[in-house]
Structures are given as C-alpha cells and as structure tokens.
C-alpha cells in the first residue's frame, strides 16, 4: 500500500485560509470515511486533529475543518496564526492487510 | 490524565538487539490497542503496528512483518517493539500512540517519541 499523496510543502499569510490536499485511491480515502489529520510542530510528537474526515477531537480549535471528495480528503485552516506552522499528516484506513497508511506529510509555512 | 511515557534514546550497533518500551496511564491500559509509528530522520510517519494488551491481538503493517515484534505486559501497562537485530536503516524515531474506541486512524494520545540511534 503505497502512502497517502499530500503536497510538499504549502505556505499563507496570517489570518488568511489554506487547503492542505490528500489523495489516495478508491481502496482507502475513496471508500472508507475514515481519515484523520495530524499536526506535528518540530522535535514534538504528532497531535490529533481531525478524525473521520470532518470531526473534530476536544480542544482542538475550529478553524480547524476536513472534508472529503472522491479519492482526495482536505484539511483546511482559516484564520491562519503563527502557531499553525507545522507539519501535517493525513491517514486512512485501508480495509487490507496494511491496515492503515499515513501521507507523506505537508509543510506549512505562515508567511 | 492519559499518559503514555516512553523510554529513553538509544545507541545501538549493526546486529545488536534492542526492546523500547511505552507505559501507559491515567486509562484502562487493556481495553484500547497501543499502535507504534516510525519517523525516520527528516521524513514523515509510518505505521507500523498494533497491539490490544488485553489479550495482546496484535497487527503488522506487511512493510514491517517480521521485522519487528510487538508485544504488551498488561500487569504492568508497558507495550514494547523490540528488533533482533538492529540495521543502520533503523535509525528513526519511534512512537506509540493509543488508538481511540472509534476507528484504526484515530490516534488520540502519544508518547514522545524513543530516538534510536544505530551506528557502527
């Protein structure tokens, strides 16, 4: 099972929104709506933040939104704050033997 | 308080074994599965396995069967990933994570990370 495709790296302004993309196929994201998002801030450990694509664990903040679209599964942050920059995974739930596969990961960067 | 505490970095050499070890508390450390993800030196995570320590169920991603092991000490809320014989290519950091009641993606508590370090 191959990861979960995110862009590289994405970057934004204050207060502005962003879109943090995630694809995979109709084995994983297309079929089960079981994708959550992970922010990781350098040297820490990954923090949960979304789960089954739009839910929001407690405490997270709610300019933290997920949505899913066929194969492709998003996160999206508005009102961007400095404390966004991060590092974020998504991860779907495959049905297979591979159980679960995380996304390569996408930087933001708060301009 | 959830809690799950992991032990301490390593310096391994080529060959040598080594057990890591993730206590868990503030929970009934029995009734959720503990899962353990990869992060290799600047890159992203990787899932590697899972374990219910009740009856110590546990699950392995093919990229990392036979590998590894997994394994749980219910008596004392401590699960483990253990290798036999270390590679160079090992080098990462290793975390545990609780799964949620709700699905296999939901990891909602972590520890902070074991750095394993192997080098001849």
């Known amino acids: 099972q191959s990861a979960l495709t995110q862009p590289a790296s994405v970057s934004g302004s204050p207060g502005q929104s962003i879109t943090i993309s995630c694809t995979g196929t109709s084995s994983d994201v297309g079929t089960y709506n079981l994708v959550s998002w ?4 350098p040297g820490n450990a990954p ?8 839910k929001r664990p407690s405490g997270v903040s709610n300019r933290f939104s997920g949505s899913k679209s066929g194969n492709t599964a998003s996160l999206t942050i508005s009102g961007l704050q400095a404390e966004d920059e991060a590092d974020y995974y998504c991860c779907s739930y495959t049905g297979s033997s591979t159980y679960v596969v995380f996304g390569g990961g996408t930087k933001l960067t708060v301009l | 308080e959830v809690q799950l505490v992991q ?3 390593e310096v391994k050499k080529p060959g040598e074994s080594l057990k890591i070890s993730c206590k868990g508390s ?5 009734t959720y599965w503990i899962a353990w993800v990869r992060q290799m030196p600047g890159k992203g995570l990787e899932w ?10 546990t699950r392995y991603s093919p990229s990392f069967q036979g590998q590894v092991t997994i394994s749980a000490d219910k008596s004392i809320s401590t699960a483990y990933l253990q290798w036999s014989s270390l590679k160079a290519s090992d080098t990462a950091v290793y975390y545990c994570a609780r799964r949620s009641t709700r699905s296999w993606t939901d990891l909602d508590y972590w520890g902070q990370g074991t750095q394993v370090t192997v080098s001849s």
Not at chain 1, 38 to 41: E, P, V
Not at chain 2, 48 to 57: A, F, K, L, T, V
């Open chain 2, 26 to 30: 503030g929970y009934s450390f029995t």
């Open chain 1, 47 to 54: 923090k949960f933040m979304i789960y089954e694509v739009t």
């Open chain 1, 38 to 41: 992970y922010q990781q801030h």
């Open chain 2, 7 to 9: 032990s301490g970095a």
């Open chain 2, 48 to 57: 590697m396995g899972i374990i219910y320590p009740g009856d110590s169920d």
